[in-house]
């Protein structure tokens, strides 16, 4: 896996200057509340687009947030296609991993990125002040909701099934800018992007479903 001062060959290529911890506070409330010994033991890594920040299998060293750009948490399918786990903007990355002995999955660039990577110890050593592990029960509460629901939606059988639930559970009032190509959403969703496209012009054409752009409205 890659540490914070050496990162794995084909992966990241450069470890860029101290973070500035003004600006970072301002990105979240757990930044804000990193206490000094850990910001000590923090640095940022730039990645460049399709670089793997760690593999499975890879003994996690680091807390990562994503300061720019997005990483992926993959895994492959049995038909070998990517399912995205975890899609990562100006946040926390595989939050378990920090009390696990290997990741479980991939985590790739989607494009470059900018991440900062929190020593592990140093992170947990964080968590003993009462403001910080407030902040981190907050946080992992929100993302075990995301999961939840992920989890859910992956358990449907159809395209059309898992299409609707992701427009409402993460729209708003039937409708969602999906802010992101659709073979992407299609591996988000754990199906084909032919599957995908299939099931998107049925829904077109049954009346169920408008599509403009990435504008997606039930009907």
């Known amino acids: 896996m890659p540490s914070i001062d050496h990162l794995a060959p084909g ?14 506070a301002r990105l979240s409330p ?8 850990a ?3 923090t640095r ?10 760690f593999c499975r299998g890879d003994q996690p060293r680091a807390m990562f947030f994503v300061l720019d750009g997005e990483v992926r948490l993959l895994r492959r399918s049995r ?23 290997a990741y479980h999955c991939d985590a790739v660039a ?21 403001d910080m592990r407030d902040k981190w029960s907050d946080h992992l509460a929100r993302e ?19 299409i609707v639930h992701f427009i409402e559970t993460e729209g708003e009032g039937g409708a969602i800018a999906l802010g992101r190509s659709k073979k992407d959403w299609a591996a988000e969703l754990g199906i084909t992007h ?20 990435t504008h997606l409205r039930l009907c």
Do not use: C
């Open 79 to 101: 038909v070998g296609d990517d399912v995205i786990l975890q899609r990562a903007q100006r946040g926390f990355l595989a939050e378990a991993s920090l009390d696990q002995p």
């Open 194 to 213: 032919e599957a995908l496209y299939r099931a998107l012009a049925r829904m077109q054409k049954s009346g169920e479903l408008t599509v403009r752009d």
């Open 30 to 37: 757990l930044l804000a509340a990193l206490p000094a010994a």
């Open 110 to 130: 989607a494009q470059d990125s900018t991440v900062l990577a929190i020593e592990r110890q140093a992170f947990a050593d964080a968590l003993r002040r009462p």
């Open 144 to 162: 075990l909701r995301r999961v939840r629901a992920q989890s859910e939606r992956l358990s449907l059988k159809s395209a059309r099934e898992r």
């Open 11 to 24: 992966g990241p290529s450069q470890r860029l200057p101290q973070p500035d911890w003004r600006v970072l």
């Open 39 to 41: 910001r000590l033991r």
């Open 44 to 53: 940022r890594i730039d990645l460049p687009r399709h670089g793997s920040l």
